[in-house]
Every structure is written in structure tokens, then in C-alpha cells.
């Protein structure tokens, strides 16, 4: 909004140039939503504790450290979305039409999330949304975003996966296996942010890596001049993306801050099903699908180690983990929860680097 009103002034007032400029907005769009998560913390903290009683219900068969958290609230991600929402509404271009997909699936993302956690609150167990609903309303979400992602796509890239490394490769699907295969990269990563978001402070940092790594893809590939030196394939509007991930930024980081050990509230799938919406979409908008795959390396780990145990457990009748997702698993080893984030956080920060390193390898 700011960009439209404040930019035409600035042929009159030099200063208001600045809303020209996407890295400025992205600076800004960070502050606020740092600034208004701090602000509203205390308030929705307290809020959700008057509301929720006993807060989230914790699983009998987990970590016993884990029965500790008892009266711990939820829908923490509150705490996220609103400054974020803000953010984008008052420092986004508004007339792009990537900005209202990622804010469409980011919206009805969180609501689906808000619902499954209103259900585990109010029926006390941890099962909320039946599966089956929450996958066929993330699906037809994912499926309305890739539709009009299509849309607003260069013909020459409309419906197509590019494949990293090869900077001439270009896969076309066809409008229906590119709205299929978006479908499974936006929906998968709402899901696997949801599986890792487990213990205090874990998911936080992966998804500021993520952010930080997608909104730079997304301001190189939106930008000719970088995207032509790097080999990369252009998307026109694709570089008002930054300024969504800063915003996704500064909010995760004035989360932590209430997130850290011990949690005085939980991020709930209001949180983690939007946010990983979020970057699914990004990546299906910016052409980095299967790039999103080595930057949240640790939320496929995660995944991976809850269908190997399912797998394992129906076919053979065994476990092949203590536990799944895989950082409970570690619990039960032994480590502490604090030794079990931090570590994880430096295999995300890893994996985001490698993620990175294919921009420059073609």
C-alpha cells in the first residue's frame, strides 16, 4: 500500500523514492513485523491462556520431559500472521498478483490450522481436522494458487519445472500435472513444517533460513540483470517475494522470542500449516520446487522419518525409530531438548547453504 501511495511522490520529494526500491521495503516490512510481535506477544499470550485452560494437549506416549509443558497455550502463530498480514498489506507492491496467491494460501493455510487446533483444545486429545478434510481443503487451496500462478507466468515458462543445475532445462507439464505437481510441493511443505514443529524453538530458525534463502532466489530470478548473469530464468514480479519473506522473518523472530526454552506459548498448526504454505507457494512461483527440497532438507528429514516408521511399523511390525518425527527420536536417546534444536538448527542452516549453491552451479 505504500508502495502505490508513497511512490508517485517521489518526483516532488526525493525521500519517498525509497518505496521504489524492494530491498527498502523489505527492510521495513521486517521491522514492523518484529516490532508488532513483540507488542502483541504478552497480549495474545495472555489471551490464549484465559481461553485455552490446560493448553495444548500433551501426548502420553512422548518424552516425559514433555509433561512438563502442561498448560502450555497454542495457536501461537497468531503471534505470526497477524504482524504479517500488516506487514505485507502496508510494504507490498498490491498490485501484483504473486503478492495476493501467497497471501490467499498463506490465509486459508492458517485456517485450516486454526481449526485443527480449536478441535484438539475443545475435544482435549491431540487428533483435531480428520486427515482426509484437512489434505482435500489444503489441496483445492494449493490447486486455486497454481492455477493462477500459471496465469501470471511468461508463456515460454507457464507450466513448467526447471531443474537446477541445468540452466537450459526447462520440463512442460501441461496446466494439469503443473497444477498436480504444485499441489504436492505446496501442500507437502505445509505438512512437513507441521511434522518438525515439535519441540520449543525447533521449527523457528529452519523457517527464517527458508524465508531468507527464498526471499534472495526470489529477488535474483525477479531481476533481469542478476537473473541473466547467474543463468537463471527470469520471472517478471517474482522480486516483490523478498519482501513477503522479510516480513516472514521478522515475525518468526519476534515468535522466538516468546518460543524459546522453555515456551511460554506454541506455535499449533495456525502457524506451521500457513507458514509452510507460504514457502511452498513462493518456490512454486519463483521455479526452485525442487530447491525447496535441499533448503528445508531438515523438514524432509523430519517427514521421511515418520513414513519410514509407518511404513516399517505396518509391513514388519517393528519401529524403526524410538520415535517419529525424528527429533523425538533423539529425545529418547537422550539428548536434551535444547541439544536437539540447536543441532537441528545447524543441519537446516547446512542444508540452506547448499540450497543456495545451486544458484551459481549451471
Not at 7 to 26: A, C, D, H, Q, V
Not at 137 to 158: D, R
Amino acid at each position: 500500500m505504500l508502495h502505490l501511495l508513497l511512490s508517485p511522490l517521489g518526483k516532488e520529494f526525493i525521500f519517498f523514492n525509497l518505496f521504489r526500491y524492494i530491498t527498502f521495503r523489505t527492510g521495513g516490512a521486517i521491522l514492523t513485523t518484529l516490532l508488532l510481535a513483540f507488542w502483541l506477544g504478552p497480549k495474545l499470550i495472555r489471551w490464549l491462556k484465559s481461553k485455552q485452560g490446560e493448553g495444548q494437549p500433551i501426548r502420553e506416549d512422548g518424552p516425559q520431559t514433555h509433561l512438563a509443558k502442561k498448560g502450555t497455550p497454542t495457536m501461537g502463530g497468531i503471534i505470526i500472521m497477524i504482524p504479517f498480514f500488516i506487514a505485507a498489506l502496508l510494504w507490498a507492491d498490491l498490485s501484483n498478483t504473486y503478492v495476493w496467491i501467497v497471501l490467499f494460501v498463506t490465509l486459508a493455510f492458517g485456517l485450516v490450522g486454526f481449526a485443527d487446533d480449536y478441535l484438539k483444545l475443545t475435544k482435549r486429545n491431540t487428533k483435531g481436522v480428520s486427515g482426509k478434510v484437512r489434505l482435500a481443503v489444503q489441496g483445492t487451496v494449493a490447486a486455486i494458487g497454481a492455477y493462477f500462478i500459471s496465469a501470471q507466468a511468461t508463456p515460454e515458462l507457464a507450466n513448467t519445472l526447471a531443474v537446477p543445475f541445468f540452466k537450459e532445462v526447462l520440463i512442460q507439464l501441461g496446466l494439469i500435472l503443473f497444477i498436480a505437481f504444485s499441489v504436492l510441493v505446496i501442500v507437502g511443505a505445509a505438512n512437513a513444517v507441521n511434522l518438525t514443529d515439535g519441540l520449543d524453538g525447533l521449527v523457528t530458525v529452519p523457517l527464517i533460513l527458508s524465508a531468507g534463502s527464498f526471499g534472495l532466489i526470489a529477488y535474483l530470478v525477479g531481476n533481469i540483470d542478476f537473473a541473466k548473469y547467474l543463468q537463471l530464468h527470469h520471472i517478471p514480479g517474482a522480486g516483490e517475494m523478498l519482501v513477503l519473506c522479510g516480513a516472514l522473518i521478522g515475525a518468526c523472530l519476534g515468535f522466538l522470542w516468546f518460543n524459546a526454552p522453555p515456551a511460554k506459548v506454541f506455535m499449533g498448526d495456525t502457524g506451521s500449516l500457513a507458514l509452510g504454505g507460504a514457502i511452498g507457494s513462493i518456490a512454486v512461483i519463483t521455479k526452485h520446487e525442487i530447491v525447496l527440497a535441499i533448503v528445508g532438507g531438515l523438514f524432509v528429514i523430519e517427514t521421511l522419518s515418520v513414513m519410514l516408521q509407518v511404513a516399517s511399523f505396518k509391513l514388519t511390525g517393528k519401529r524403526i525409530f524410538k520415535m517419529a518425527p525424528l527429533h523425538h527420536h533423539f529425545e529418547k536417546c537422550g539428548w536434551s531438548e535444547p541439544t536437539v534444536v540447536i543441532r537441528f538448527w545447524i543441519i537446516a542452516f547446512i542444508f540452506a547453504l547448499i540450497g543456495l549453491a545451486t544458484l551459481k552451479l549451471r
